[in-house]
């Protein structure tokens, strides 16, 4: 996979809250909810490719439409790699790939270099990217489900298939 350009970061599963106070800068736009912004994830180790952050094409596309191609590139990478799937994260998981990423490398994954994009997350209406350096990193609930955004798109994480 890291010949493929992918980088693996092992999550811990830290909540919005918890990867806040450790610092790192994520903006919302909701008024806070403790609920959500407290919500952890197993601990996974996660493969993602920073030059492939959103799948090709996958903006303007209904959530449905965006649902089968993260199935499509999930069978293509599968038949490469045996034992791994390609999935839709939660927003605790970008958020802390995003933070891993950034103490890796320096770069602000979700920013200018990604055109300030968004993904869908496994929230229900929630989607995170567009990294700015004064704010951080977004988070935007209320989000259309079913809406088609130029802006939009969706970011696979590569997984163990052991993970869902």
């Not at 869908?120 to 088609?148: A, Y």
Request: hydrophobic share 35%; with cysteine; aromatic share 8%.
């Amino acid at each position: 996979m890291v010949k493929a350009g992918y980088h693996i970061y092992t999550l811990t599963g830290a909540s919005i809250t918890q990867l806040i106070e450790a610092g790192n800068p994520i903006y919302h736009s909701w008024q806070q909810t403790a609920k959500f912004e407290n919500e952890t994830s197993p601990a996974i180790e996660v493969a993602i490719n920073p030059e492939g952050l959103f799948l090709k094409n996958s903006n303007n596309r209904t959530m449905a439409n965006q649902d089968r191609m993260l199935e499509n590139f999930s069978r293509g990478i599968s038949r490469k790699i045996k034992r791994i799937k390609a999935i839709k994260g939660y927003a605790n998981q970008y958020s802390e790939i995003t933070a891993l990423h950034q103490e890796a490398t320096g770069e602000s994954l979700f920013g200018k270099n990604y055109n300030l994009g968004y993904t869908r997350t496994e929230d229900f209406s929630v989607v995170v990217g567009g990294n700015s350096s004064g704010l951080g990193l977004h988070i935007v609930r209320d989000c259309p489900i079913d809406g088609c955004d130029p802006d939009l798109w969706i970011c696979p994480l590569v997984v163990p298939v052991e993970v869902s």
